[in-house]
């Protein structure tokens, strides 16, 4: 069969050459079309359920809610795990479904399934997250200015510059992150009401009456047609005022006489604070599952710059996380790896073949292989990635090319005067179709078990195995059709086989070792074995990492307080490390902003005590201190180790998320205690719970009595799991 594809492409050279030409041109087009990310995401096919009850507490959430919502879901098709989080007023629902699920059909079958759950009254229906990733988070922006309130910034947010940012193709949500959402409250004087013998019930049904547009149907009068409608809406705290409640002996009793109307905000739940300046609101962009990241974070910059321009004035909309920035700068170190090693390569070819022409058709295999495995990337959905391209190994594509040119040049050399280079190409291709098949295959295999990994593993270096493979494969079928082509097009009739220094370097260094080894066999297969030995004990002593660390030019930090800190405490606190910091690291830091608690979409719910600090950096030439990120995290994090009352974990910001979706976004620790004495067991547990707070990364340690027994609930972050060490025994 090989010698039938040599045979065909040597004598239809015309068709392998257009063919290689539609290759390159298809090649280029996929390119520009492939997908570009930093790391592969991983995220599970999951969904989010979040259901707010503000009334109730985390006991009331877990009965009321949780269990509900997770009973509801129980059963669903390719279900594979469900997590859940229960806290002061919120619950969330993680449903985690098997690889290859359709994420739109998990989601209709979750809806479906939320329809028939009972809540208490006066709850709202449990609502579905955004369809995205854990990688999802494309673009962070802040609203800062020095004039308009925290309320008005929201209501501009929500209003304004959120609809804007959703009409984006690609973005599946924009979240708001700290705040005050704006509210009109009546606080009712309990005393006034029992005066004017009200109930709380009456005030409630009348400000809901006095608030809407109702239609009273048509009248027709003299052929014209006139539609009735009843328009009640509030537009006004004084509309609110004027409310009438009851009447008493024809008196109105209005809102104002047992009330008092003012402008208010919900209750937060969480803040986020900016570069040492204090609150400001937060934009989240979140992509679409499976779209481009990089063209998606070009055209959010885009829409961002247009609605800069109609922002009123003294209002700043100020990007500090672009995903692009970091993609740009990944993409641009692989670009110039592939780039430095296709021309060592090549200048290895040059300087080992000595042959100008055989080096540039060798050359040649390197850009026709990446190029035939961009079309198979693309085709397979495989995203340019450090991970996906960091892993081409030119020599290795370019091994059979370089067999079969050489041969060639060593057959041509030999052959008689007047033989044909048709036919001399031909006998030299093969002579050699075997060990370049088998080479490359044998290659191949050792990818083929990576293809086999399943879930995080699977996710992340699959498309690294699979670019190999493409890539190989196109050397392979390269070296069989298009290379042995060239050979005849390109190579002379006759080439006088040239021997350069460098290989005459090689075997004069070589030489004299084989000849050392074969005359000591015995001593070299001990010498081997004991290296080997050697090899695989200094392997066991070295560290292990999941994935290879990249330096996101950003840094995260997890600050963890004591529980029952309040939100204005953490915003106090949050602000001061931003400050500490700006003033210690003013060449370093460029953007600083803190997230503490929750944001409107729970995606990743925390308590007020937990805060989420991030920081961007500027390039590093311009740098001061710290010759690299870790460095300089190192000299961050003893900076803030002074500062008292909190324990730190650092991290990247794709990194701390990559770990929370490996490992869970929290362990949660159920710690049971048993015995006759309740007053005992209590006093246990209350010993346990001061232990467990001092715990790096312990949150929410609550005492709670089930059934007559004292239960712990701990939740720990998993990043503080593997960092400190801590464990659930």
Request: aromatic share 4%.
């Amino acid at each position: 069969m090989l010698a039938h594809v040599i045979d065909w492409s040597l004598r239809n050279r015309f068709i392998v050459i257009v063919a290689a030409l539609l290759i390159v041109a298809s090649g280029v087009w996929s390119l520009v079309r492939l997908p570009i990310d930093a790391f592969p995401d991983t995220t599970p096919v999951l969904v989010q359920i979040n259901a707010v009850a503000p009334a109730l507490g985390p006991v009331e959430i877990e009965q009321q809610l949780t269990l509900p919502i997770e009973r509801s879901i129980s059963g669903l098709p390719n279900l594979a795990e469900v997590r859940s989080v229960s806290k002061n007023g919120f619950c969330q629902v993680t449903a985690i479904f098997r690889d290859g699920t359709d994420l739109f059909r998990a989601r209709q079958v979750v809806a479906e399934r939320l329809d028939a759950v009972q809540l208490p009254d006066g709850v709202d229906r449990p609502e579905l997250g955004p369809i995205s990733t854990g990688l999802g988070e494309v673009v962070h922006y802040i609203l800062t200015s020095p004039v308009h309130s925290l309320s008005e910034l929201t209501t501009l947010q929500d209003w304004v510059i959120k609809p804007q940012l959703e009409s984006v193709p690609g973005v599946a949500e924009v979240n708001t992150w700290g705040g005050q959402r704006r509210q009109y409250q009546v606080l009712v004087d309990p005393a006034r009401l029992i005066k004017h013998d009200l109930e709380l019930d009456r005030v409630t049904e009348a400000l809901r009456t006095n608030n809407l547009v109702v239609g009273g149907g048509q009248i027709v009068t003299g052929g014209e047609l006139q539609v009735v409608r009843g328009e009640s809406l509030i537009t006004t705290i004084d509309d609110i005022r004027d409310i009438v409640i009851a009447a008493h002996d024809g008196v109105p009793v209005r809102v104002r006489d047992i009330a008092e109307v003012r402008e208010g905000h919900e209750i937060r739940r969480g803040a986020v604070t900016a570069n040492g300046r204090g609150e400001v609101v937060h934009g989240l962009v979140f992509m679409l599952m499976g779209e481009n990241s990089h063209a998606l974070a070009r055209r959010i910059q885009e829409r961002i710059d247009e609605i800069r321009r109609t922002l009123p004035p003294q209002v700043e909309l100020t990007v500090v996380y672009e995903r692009s920035e970091l993609v740009d700068q990944v993409i641009g170190t692989v670009r110039n790896n592939l780039l430095e090693g296709a021309l060592l390569v090549i200048a290895v070819l040059f300087i080992f073949l000595g042959n100008l022409r055989a080096g540039l058709i060798v050359a040649l295999a390197i850009p026709l292989s990446m190029l035939f495995a961009f079309n198979a990337m693309l085709r397979f959905g495989i995203a340019a990635s450090l991970l996906s391209l960091g892993a081409i190994d030119f020599g290795l594509v370019v091994d059979s090319s370089v067999i079969m040119v050489e041969n060639c040049i060593r057959r041509l050399g030999a052959a008689p005067a007047g033989a044909s280079r048709l036919e001399v190409v031909r006998d030299a291709a093969l002579e050699v179709r075997r060990p370049t098949m088998f080479g490359e295959l044998i290659i191949m295999i050792v990818y083929l078990p990576i293809l086999l990994l399943e879930g995080i593993e699977g996710k992340l270096f699959r498309p690294m195995a699979l670019t190999v493979i493409f890539a190989l494969s196109a050397s392979l079928l390269f070296s069989l059709t298009l290379i042995p082509v060239l050979c005849s097009l390109g190579l002379p009739r006759r080439v006088k086989e040239h021997v350069g220094v460098a290989t005459r370097a090689a075997q004069a260094v070589f030489r004299p070792i084989l000849q050392l080894a074969l005359a000591n066999r015995g001593p070299t297969l001990v010498l081997a074995i004991g290296a080997m030995i050697a090899g695989g004990l200094l392997a066991m002593r070295l560290g292990a990492e999941f994935v290879p660390r990249l330096s996101e030019m950003a840094i995260s930090i997890n600050a963890v307080r004591l529980s029952g800190v309040s939100l204005e405490e953490s915003v106090r606190y949050s602000t001061q490390i931003e400050k500490t910091l700006l003033e210690e690291f003013p060449d370093e830091i460029r953007d600083i902003w803190s997230r503490t608690g929750t944001a409107d979409v729970a995606n990743d719910p925390m308590g007020v005590e937990v805060t989420d600090i991030f920081i961007t950096l500027k390039p590093r030439e311009q740098w001061k201190r710290g010759r690299t990120q870790a460095e300089l995290t190192a000299e961050i994090e003893a900076t803030l180790r002074e500062l008292p009352g909190m324990n730190l974990a650092f991290s990247q910001p794709i990194e701390m998320r990559m770990n929370e979706m490996i490992a869970g976004v929290r362990a949660d620790l159920g710690v049971k205690l048993f015995g006759d004495d309740l007053d005992v067991l209590k006093t246990k547990a209350i010993e346990i719970r001061d232990v467990l707070r001092q715990v790096p990364g312990a949150t929410d340690v609550v005492v709670q009595q089930v059934t007559g027994m004292p239960v712990l609930d701990v939740h720990i972050h998993r990043q503080a799991i593997s960092r400190y060490g801590v464990s659930a025994d």
